[in-house]
Structure formats: C-alpha cells, structure tokens
Nanobody, 128 residues
Framework: QVQLVESGGGLVEAGGSLTLSCTASGRSFSTQTMGWFRQSPGKEREFVAAIGWYAGLRWYAESMKGRASISRDNAKNTVYLTMNNLEPEDTAVYYC?????????????????????WGQGTQVTVSS
C-alpha cells in the first residue's frame, strides 16, 4: 500500500518562498513519476509540477514556470517542491501524488487521472 505524507506547508507573505516535502512508502519510489497538485476552495484540483523517475524529466504548470522547482531524493524516498515569489493566488491545499503505469510524457504527467496514489495534502496560505 502506497503512503504519501506531505509536510512544509504554512503561512507565508506574498513574495516569499516555501519548500514542500513528500515522503513515500510502500512502492518502489525511484522508478515512479511524482507530482504535485493543488486545490483551492471552489476550484478543481490542478497540476503544479511533476518529476520523472530520473530527474531529467520535469514538467511545470504554466502558472508556476520560473517560480517553482521540483526535485527528488531517491535515497530518502522524498520529492520536494520549492516555490518562490508566492502570490495570494497560490493559496491552496497542495497534494503530493504518485503516477501509475502510464507513459512518462507531458500529457500523462499533468493529468490528475494518471495518479492513483495521493497524500492527505498540506495547506499553503499566502498573505497579501
């Protein structure tokens, strides 16, 4: 059984930075694509960033390009999301997810339906 545990959320001022962490267990981490999604009240869960089984593959939502960096440490079974220059619009619950057995391309990496495993989420609040 896959377990994903996020941490690192909190309250930050606009323009600030935050690094989220997600530690996985129960399935071979090093061979899986990992993703971050977010959901704010009244909105659908949306893609933020993903990283392939080898770190050379990374994908970002247009809204996060230049402001976010996703990385992974396979020795620690952990994926990170660093977000800079945060805006109030970035306020949301951020979810870590592990992709299933679909091709590692942009379409699948960005599709919520391609991720069968999810964490419980961590709240990020950006104050103006």
């Amino acid at each position: 059984q896959v377990q994903l545990v996020e941490s690192g959320g909190g309250l930050v001022e606009a323009g600030g930075s935050l690094t989220l962490s997600c530690t996985a267990s129960g399935r071979s981490f090093s061979t899986q694509t990992m993703g971050w999604f977010r959901q704010s009240p009244g909105k659908e869960r949306e893609f933020v960033a993903a990283i392939g089984w080898y770190a050379g593959l990374r994908w970002y939502a247009e809204s996060m390009k230049g402001r976010a960096s996703i990385s992974r440490d396979n020795a620690k079974n952990t994926v990170y999301l660093t977000m800079n220059n945060l805006e109030p619009e970035d306020t949301a619950v951020y979810y870590c997810a592990q992709k299933g057995a679909t091709p590692d391309n942009a379409s699948f990496a960005k599709a919520r339906s391609a991720y069968p495993y999810w964490g419980q989420g961590t709240q990020v609040t950006v104050s103006s």
